[in-house]
C-alpha cells in the first residue's frame, strides 16, 4: 500500500522512598511559552501550537522515566526482602528491568514517532541510548551497576546506583527533544495531508497516531492465527486443550494490552485529549459490552467473543479476520472524530506493517524475539524459545498495564474455561463473553442456545 509522505506509518509516579528527591528527573520546559493550542481544523502550524506540544512532551518524558525509576525502585526493595539476593537472583532482576526499559523505549518511541520529520536521528538515538548494545545505553549501564559489589551492598545502594544512570540516560534525550522543538521549520515544512496541503500540528500528529494503530491492529491480526495455531491447534488438533487455552488466553491478553498502550502512549502527548472524553470512547470500543441493533457485540472483545473454536481450526481462522474488521472502525472512527478527519469503512493493513522499533531492535536475536514476537511479528505474542527468560515480559507488561490504567484502559477480564449452557458461542465461558470448555453455567454473546466451545 502506498501512502504519501504524511500518511505513512512513521515510527519511528511516585518516587519510591529509596530515591532523594532531588534525583527525580524533571527536564525543563526551556524558553517554550505554555500558550493554548490552535484547533484541529487549523489551516497550518502555529507556534503556539509547537509550544504547548513542546510541554506535552516534556510531561510524558518526565513520566516515562520516572514511572521507570519508580518501578526499578519497587524491584530493588523486592530483590532485598528476604536478605543479600543470589546471583539468580540477581539475573532475574536485570531481566525483569530488561522489560521495563523494553516497554518504555516502546512508549516513547510511539510518542516521538507522531512528529513530523522524527523518523531520522530524533527515535533512532533515542533507542540506541535506552536499549544499544554498546556500553553507554541505559541497558548496559545498569547490568554493570548490578555487576558492582559496592552496588549490592543494600537496596538503598542499588536503587541510588541505578537511579544515577537513569538520569544520565534521560538527559541528553531530554535535551535532543528540545533542539528538534526549536527548529519549527521542521513542523511547518512536513505537517501537511495526503494531497500536500498544510494542516495543523496537532491534526498531523492525530493521523499520525491513526497510522501507527493501523499499524499495530494489523500486525495483531496478523499474528493472532500463527500464535493460535502454534498454542491451540499444534499437530493437527481440532479441539483445544484447557491447557492451550490458559496460554492463549495470557498471549492474547498481553498483546492487547501491547496494542492499546501503544496508542494511549500516542494520544498522551497530542494537546486536548486528556480533557475530552476520547479515551473512555476508545475503552468502550476496545472492551465495551454494548450491542448494535441487530444484537450483536460492537466492541472488540465482543467481536471475538462470536470467534467459534468447536469446529475446527478450519472455521476459526476463517472468523478472525471478519472479527479484527468489525472491531477496526469502531476504534478508528473515534479517532477520525476528535481529529475531525473522515470516517472510515477501511480494515486495518494486512502486509508490510513497520514496527516502532528499528530493525536493530526487532530481530531474533534481541531479547531472544521477543520484540517481533518469537516470530509472530506483533511484540510478545508467540511461542517463547526455551532460552527466552520470562522475567523480560514480567518487567515489560507490568509497564504496560500501569500506564494503560494511567491512560483509562482496564486490562481485559478473560474468563477461566468452562463447558457452558448458555446462550452464544466463541471466547469466553462461565459467566462471561460467549461459553467455553469445561463445567459452569455460561451466559455469553451470539445466538443458538447450547454447548459452545471458546476462549478467554
Do not use: C, W
Not at 501537511?192 to 500528529?205: A, H, K, T
Not at 495455531?229 to 479441539?239: E, M
Amino acid at each position: 500500500m502506498n501512502k504519501s509522505r504524511s500518511q505513512r506509518f512513521a515510527f519511528r509516579p511516585t518516587l519510591g522512598p529509596t530515591t532523594p528527591l532531588e534525583d527525580r528527573l524533571v527536564l525543563s520546559t526551556g524558553t517554550m511559552v505554555h500558550i493554548s493550542a490552535a484547533p484541529a481544523q487549523a489551516s497550518r502550524v502555529t507556534q503556539a501550537e509547537i509550544n504547548q506540544t513542546y510541554t506535552q512532551y516534556v510531561n510524558q518524558y518526565n513520566s516515562a522515566m520516572n514511572s521507570l525509576r519508580s518501578y526499578i525502585n519497587s524491584q530493588a526493595r523486592t530483590l532485598y526482602a528476604h536478605g543479600r539476593p543470589t546471583a539468580a537472583q540477581i539475573t532475574a532482576f536485570n531481566n525483569n528491568l530488561t522489560g521495563a526499559i523494553n516497554a518504555t523505549a516502546l512508549r516513547i518511541s510511539a510518542q516521538d514517532a507522531l512528529l513530523p520529520g522524527a523518523r531520522g536521528g530524533l527515535i533512532s538515538n533515542l533507542q540506541n541510548a535506552l536499549l544499544g548494545n554498546g556500553s553507554t545505553s541505559l541497558l548496559s549501564r545498569i547490568r554493570a551497576a548490578t555487576g558492582t559489589a559496592s552496588n549490592l551492598t543494600s537496596a538503598t545502594a542499588l536503587s541510588n546506583a541505578i537511579g544515577t544512570q537513569i538520569s544520565n540516560a534521560a538527559r541528553p534525550n531530554g535535551q535532543a527533544l528540545a533542539s528538534f522543538f526549536n527548529n519549527p521549520t521542521t513542523f511547518t515544512r512536513n505537517s501537511v495531508n495526503s494531497s500536500g496541503q498544510p494542516i495543523s500540528l496537532s491534526q498531523f500528529m492525530g493521523t499520525q497516531a491513526i497510522n501507527q494503530f493501523n499499524n499495530s491492529f494489523g500486525a495483531l491480526a496478523s499474528a493472532f492465527p500463527r500464535a493460535a495455531q502454534s498454542t491451540l491447534f499444534a499437530n493437527g488438533t481440532t479441539t483445544p486443550t484447557q491447557a492451550s487455552i490458559n496460554a492463549f488466553n495470557t498471549q492474547f491478553r498481553n498483546a492487547l494490552s501491547n496494542s492499546t498502550f501503544q496508542l494511549g502512549s500516542a494520544l498522551s502527548v497530542i494537546p486536548g485529549v486528556s480533557n475530552s472524553n476520547l479515551m473512555s470512547q476508545l475503552q468502550t470500543a476496545f472492551n465495551g459490552t454494548g450491542r448494535d441493533a441487530n444484537g450483536n457485540p460492537t466492541s472488540f472483545l465482543g467481536n471475538l467473543s462470536n470467534l467459534p473454536t468447536n469446529n475446527g481450526p478450519t472455521n476459526f481462522f476463517n472468523s478472525v479476520t471478519g472479527a479484527f474488521n468489525n472491531a477496526y472502525s469502531n476504534i478508528v472512527n473515534p479517532l477520525n472524530g476528535f481529529f475531525n478527519l473522515p470516517t472510515t469503512t477501511t480494515n486495518p493493513v494486512t502486509s508490510n506493517f513497520q514496527s516502532v522499533f528499528n530493525p536493530g531492535f526487532n530481530n531474533s536475536s534481541f531479547l531472544n524475539g521477543f520484540n517481533n514476537g518469537f516470530g509472530t511479528g506483533f511484540t510478545g505474542l508467540g511461542t517463547a524459545p526455551t532460552a527466552f527468560n520470562s522475567n523480560i515480559s514480567t518487567g515489560f507488561n507490568n509497564v504496560l498495564g500501569t500506564v494503560n490504567t494511567s491512560n483509562g484502559f482496564t486490562q481485559p477480564t478473560f474468563f477461566a474455561g468452562g463447558t457452558g449452557t448458555g446462550t452464544g458461542t466463541g471466547f469466553g465461558s462461565g459467566t462471561g463473553l460467549g461459553t467455553g470448555l469445561g463445567t459452569g453455567t455460561g451466559t455469553g454473546i451470539g445466538t443458538g442456545t447450547g454447548t459452545g466451545t471458546g476462549l478467554i
